[in-house]
């Protein structure tokens, strides 16, 4: 049999031998990142070093190659992030020659405007949206494309793809325009934004496979790694970093883990893991019984928890 | 496969995942119908609820003193619903199988959220239609089904839940059955494909498996339905039409003279070579290149997001289309269509909006109101001075430029459009050409 080349192949995935796209979720997200640049003026790309937000830049690749990508990123740091994330983010900003703009959480500490959280669960998961909606005011973003998913938690599964926020970044759940067919409505007042969520429509899996399938390099922390660890509430904690409080009577032991996600440390637990390469992630997230936020104890304080933060103006 | 094969893996994704097909699916039902148990029960029995949603779900049944589990838990998100115990707005539920990955657009089957059922169906191509088995075909179901079916959704199952509680009779079915086929009668999209199943939800007969209680049933459950819908024949086919989104002018020393228009493909193919003309300019090329990142094809297919170069220099920009020569929409500055109003003011003759038609955005004046449409067939209303909160209604309307469209009924994409308030910026109305 002839051997198919890897230009054939894709024209024919392109093609679809039903006459239907390959994978519609891809081009519905290329055609939301490009309606965010035709739309607003100062579009920005909220870049966490996550999995999702990493898939983000690379649709937004597609979505405007050969030119680049028309905006820049902007990551809201904790000061409480892996550093493995930092060390990646500031390696692809510099492969792909973008521009990034970075805020911190403890400037908005020192300044007063946000106080820290003490004990136990102390996390700064909370006080990101300060800084967040500072630096929405210090640029003048009109659009902030985020990597949000409606599969990730309840509240979520309510959110729309272009989402208004007023001028205090606040999200009125009952007061949202209604999307229709793929029409996206940007029109919005000086003063406020919109959130976009271009993978609003993807699982935890789907994210998982088109990393796999368009071999995108992610931090070393997704993969199975040995890490210093404790255990509470049944879910295991980085014990490497001071930043997560620890009791003296947690003991702390060495575990085979990965995350994933890679949130605030503070609030991020790992799982015990075997997979070192994406496709042992692939198969592991298949047969996974515990959904992604599972591991993210910040949801977990009450039920209605993250609707309360969103209304807030938490991304 | 046989289908307790299915349904006894652990999780129903193939490898190929990124390949898989994606069934976007709308629900309707009113109050109580059991609507949030169905999907609860779907997602369930296809393994995809997460043991700690499970945990939290028994826990939340538990507390609340109830003799099963309640699967609408997995589905209502906001608090002011789960205090009100009813799912006020549009929610995304997503499960996969070996076939097909879904999304629901669950929906609440209100009298006063007409505005969302419009909203969920218009981005789906197949939709389930919940009566309660006790109660038959009432009001709500004649609003449900008038509704898919003027938005043209292809695939309606129409789900008669609850059987567990008239004995699982196949006479109760039969009877809702007749009375439905009444009411399809009066359809005005009569090609739509419409399919009875018995189900129970909150047992668990004919959702994913096959009922023991039913015998006289024959048919489908209603996951096998769905699994074996072709998307071919599902998506709605037209002529193909090309709005430009985005201008692509990389301007950098490789590519110094591109000039790539960004943009999705609806309706049908373009290819390489194809003789196109530009709108409005109504200038001739002919298509060049088209990329999909950095690759080239022979050919971009429906709903694929391409860049498209063209063999001549012309002006194109946002808003303008691309379309085969010989194979022209209707370019026209007015034009009448059936309106969804979904704003508390009132739409009245004389008054400006913005129509957001694809990607292209024109002043539109009201020029008449023609009449009413009653959403559960009782007729039309032509004494009508302007439109509320979730009016369905006939109405003309006088552009400031030219749009290029077809009719709905041609080209579900190029056949609709979204009224925007100037002053509020927000999305007040859809409306489909007729």
Same mark, same amino acid.
């Given at each position: 049999?002839?051997?198919?080349?890897?230009?054939?192949?894709?024209?024919?995935?392109?093609?679809?031998?039903?006459?239907?796209?390959?994978?519609?979720?891809?081009?519905?997200?290329?055609?939301?990142?490009?309606?965010?640049?035709?739309?607003?003026?100062?579009?920005?790309?909220?870049?966490?070093?996550g999995k999702d937000s990493i898939t983000l830049v690379r649709l937004a690749q597609k979505a405007f190659w050969p030119a680049k990508i028309p905006f820049p990123l902007m990551h809201i740091d904790t000061g409480h992030n892996f550093p493995e994330t930092i060390e990646f983010r500031d390696r692809l900003v510099e492969e792909l020659g973008l521009e990034l703009i970075v805020r911190n959480v403890q400037d908005s500490i020192d300044q007063g405007k946000v106080k820290e959280e003490t004990g136990k669960y102390a996390s700064r998961n909370m006080l990101q949206t300060t800084t967040l909606?500072?630096?929405?005011?210090?640029?003048?973003?009109?659009?902030?494309?985020?990597?949000?998913?409606?599969?990730?938690?309840?509240?979520?599964?309510?959110?729309?793809?272009?989402?208004?926020?007023?001028?205090?970044?606040?999200?009125?759940?009952?007061?949202?325009?209604?999307?229709?067919?793929?029409?996206? /409505?940007?029109?919005?007042?000086?003063?406020?934004?919109?959130?976009?969520?271009?993978?609003?429509?993807?699982?935890?899996?789907?994210?998982?496979?088109?990393?796999?399938?368009?071999?995108?390099?992610?931090?070393?922390?997704?993969?199975?790694?040995?890490?210093?660890?404790?255990?509470?509430?049944?879910?295991?904690?980085?014990?490497?970093?001071?930043?997560?409080?620890?009791?003296?009577?947690?003991?702390?032991?060495?575990?085979?883990?990965?995350?994933?996600?890679?949130?605030?440390?503070?609030?991020?637990?790992?799982?015990?893991?075997?997979?070192?390469?994406?496709?042992?992630?692939?198969?592991?997230?298949?047969?996974?019984?515990?959904?992604?936020?599972?591991?993210?104890?910040?949801?977990?304080?009450?039920?209605?928890?993250?609707?309360?933060?969103?209304?807030?103006?938490?991304? | 496969?046989?289908?307790?094969?299915?349904?006894?893996?652990?999780?129903?994704?193939?490898?190929?995942?990124?390949?898989?097909?994606?069934?976007?699916?709308?629900?309707?039902?009113?109050?109580?119908?059991?609507?949030?148990?169905?999907?609860?029960?779907?997602?369930?029995?296809?393994?995809?609820?997460?043991?700690?949603?499970?945990?939290?779900?028994?826990?939340?049944?538990?507390?609340?003193?109830?003799?099963?589990?309640?699967?609408?838990?997995?589905?209502?998100?906001?608090?002011?619903?789960?205090?009100?115990?009813?799912?006020?707005?549009?929610?995304?539920?997503?499960?996969?199988?070996?076939?097909?990955?879904?999304?629901?657009?669950?929906?609440?089957?209100?009298?006063?959220?007409?505005?969302?059922?419009?909203?969920?169906?218009?981005?789906?191509?197949?939709?389930?239609?919940?009566?309660?088995?006790?109660?038959?075909?009432?009001?709500?179901?004649?609003?449900?089904?008038?509704?898919?079916?003027?938005?043209?959704?292809?695939?309606?199952?129409?789900?008669?839940?609850?059987?567990?509680?008239?004995?699982?009779?196949?006479?109760?079915?039969?009877?809702?059955?007749?009375?439905?086929?009444?009411?399809?009668?009066?359809?005005?999209?009569?090609?739509?494909?419409?399919?009875?199943?018995?189900?129970?939800?909150?047992?668990?007969?004919?959702?994913?498996?096959?009922?023991?209680?039913?015998?006289?049933?024959?048919?489908?459950?209603?996951?096998?339905?769905?699994?074996?819908?072709?998307?071919?024949?599902?998506?709605?086919?037209?002529?193909?039409?090309?709005?430009?989104?985005?201008?692509?002018?990389?301007?950098?020393?490789?590519?110094?003279?591109?000039?790539?228009?960004?943009?999705?493909?609806?309706?049908?193919?373009?290819?390489?070579?194809?003789?196109?003309?530009?709108?409005?300019?109504?200038?001739?090329?002919?298509?060049?290149?088209?990329?999909?990142?950095?690759?080239?094809?022979?050919?971009?297919?429906?709903?694929?997001?391409?860049?498209?170069?063209?063999?001549?220099?012309?002006?194109?920009?946002?808003?303008?289309?691309?379309?085969?020569?010989?194979?022209?929409?209707?370019?026209?500055?007015?034009?009448?269509?059936?309106?969804?109003?979904?704003?508390?003011?009132?739409?009245?003759?004389?008054?400006?909006?913005?129509?957001?038609?694809?990607? /292209?955005?024109?002043?539109?004046?009201?020029?008449?109101?023609?009449?009413?449409?009653?959403?559960?067939?009782?007729?039309?209303?032509?004494?009508?001075?302007?439109?509320?909160? /979730?009016?369905?209604?006939?109405?003309?309307?006088?552009?400031?430029?030219?749009?290029?469209?077809?009719?709905?009924?041609?080209?579900?994409?190029?056949?609709?459009?979204?009224?925007?308030?100037?002053?509020?910026?927000?999305?007040?109305?859809?409306?489909?050409?007729?």
């Amino acid at each position: 049999m002839e051997t198919v080349t890897k230009e054939q192949e894709l024209d024919t995935a392109l093609l679809g031998a039903t006459g239907d796209v390959a994978n519609a979720l891809e081009n519905e997200a290329i055609y939301i990142i490009r309606e965010v640049a035709a739309q607003f003026e100062r579009p920005v790309l909220l870049f966490s070093g996550g999995k999702d937000s990493i898939t983000l830049v690379r649709l937004a690749q597609k979505a405007f190659w050969p030119a680049k990508i028309p905006f820049p990123l902007m990551h809201i740091d904790t000061g409480h992030n892996f550093p493995e994330t930092i060390e990646f983010r500031d390696r692809l900003v510099e492969e792909l020659g973008l521009e990034l703009i970075v805020r911190n959480v403890q400037d908005s500490i020192d300044q007063g405007k946000v106080k820290e959280e003490t004990g136990k669960y102390a996390s700064r998961n909370m006080l990101q949206t300060t800084t967040l909606l500072d630096a929405i005011e210090e640029f003048k973003f009109d659009a902030c494309i985020g990597g949000a998913r409606r599969d990730e938690e309840k509240a979520r599964a309510k959110e729309r793809i272009f989402s208004v926020r007023d001028d205090f970044g606040q999200w009125d759940e009952k007061n949202q325009r209604p999307e229709l067919f793929d029409m996206l /409505n940007g029109q919005i007042e000086l003063g406020q934004n919109v959130r976009v969520f271009p993978i609003s429509n993807w699982t935890e899996l789907d994210v998982w496979s088109y990393i796999e399938a368009e071999n995108i390099e992610i931090p070393s922390i997704y993969f199975a790694h040995k890490r210093k660890t404790f255990l509470r509430d049944g879910l295991i904690w980085s014990a490497e970093d001071d930043v997560v409080f620890r009791a003296e009577d947690e003991l702390v032991e060495e575990r085979i883990v990965r995350f994933r996600t890679v949130g605030d440390m503070s609030c991020t637990a790992a799982v015990e893991s075997e997979a070192n390469t994406i496709a042992k992630v692939v198969s592991e997230i298949r047969d996974s019984s515990i959904s992604e936020r599972g591991a993210r104890i910040d949801d977990k304080r009450s039920e209605a928890a993250m609707e309360k933060r969103k209304q807030q103006g938490y991304f | 496969m046989g289908f307790s094969e299915v349904s006894s893996q652990k999780k129903l994704v193939t490898n190929n995942h990124i390949k898989m097909k994606v069934l976007k699916l709308a629900t309707a039902g009113s109050v109580d119908d059991g609507k949030s148990t169905l999907i609860g029960r779907l997602l369930y029995d296809t393994k995809s609820l997460t043991t700690d949603k499970l945990e939290a779900i028994e826990k939340t049944s538990k507390q609340r003193g109830y003799d099963y589990l309640d699967f609408s838990l997995a589905t209502d998100g906001l608090v002011a619903e789960r205090e009100q115990g009813i799912t006020i707005d549009v929610a995304h539920i997503y499960f996969s199988t070996a076939t097909k990955s879904y999304i629901i657009a669950d929906t609440p089957g209100h009298v006063e959220y007409t505005r969302n059922m419009v909203t969920g169906a218009s981005t789906s191509q197949a939709a389930i239609i919940l009566i309660d088995a006790r109660k038959g075909v009432i009001e709500q179901t004649y609003r449900h089904f008038f509704i898919n079916n003027m938005l043209r959704v292809k695939d309606v199952i129409v789900a008669i839940n609850k059987m567990d509680l008239v004995d699982y009779a196949e006479e109760t079915f039969n009877s809702i059955k007749a009375d439905f086929e009444e009411l399809m009668r009066k359809r005005d999209y009569q090609e739509q494909k419409i399919t009875f199943i018995p189900v129970s939800a909150l047992k668990g007969d004919n959702v994913v498996n096959k009922s023991d209680a039913m015998p006289w049933y024959e048919g489908q459950t209603l996951l096998q339905h769905l699994e074996e819908l072709d998307l071919k024949d599902i998506y709605n086919t037209g002529t193909p039409r090309f709005p430009v989104q985005y201008v692509i002018r990389p301007k950098t020393d490789d590519f110094h003279d591109f000039r790539g228009f960004a943009g999705k493909v609806y309706g049908g193919e373009l290819s390489v070579g194809d003789e196109v003309v530009a709108l409005p300019s109504q200038t001739r090329s002919r298509i060049k290149e088209i990329h999909f990142h950095d690759k080239k094809f022979q050919t971009a297919s429906r709903r694929s997001s391409v860049t498209i170069t063209l063999e001549d220099e012309i002006n194109v920009s946002r808003g303008d289309m691309l379309v085969k020569v010989g194979d022209l929409p209707t370019i026209d500055k007015q034009f009448t269509a059936t309106v969804s109003w979904m704003d508390s003011d009132q739409l009245v003759p004389g008054k400006k909006y913005v129509v957001q038609h694809g990607v /292209n955005k024109v002043l539109a004046k009201v020029d008449r109101i023609h009449h009413k449409i009653s959403p559960d067939y009782s007729g039309i209303d032509t004494d009508v001075s302007g439109l509320g909160m /979730n009016d369905i209604a006939q109405v003309s309307f006088k552009l400031n430029k030219p749009i290029f469209y077809d009719k709905f009924k041609d080209h579900r994409t190029n056949g609709s459009f979204i009224l925007i308030d100037s002053q509020s910026n927000s999305t007040v109305g859809a409306g489909f050409i007729s």
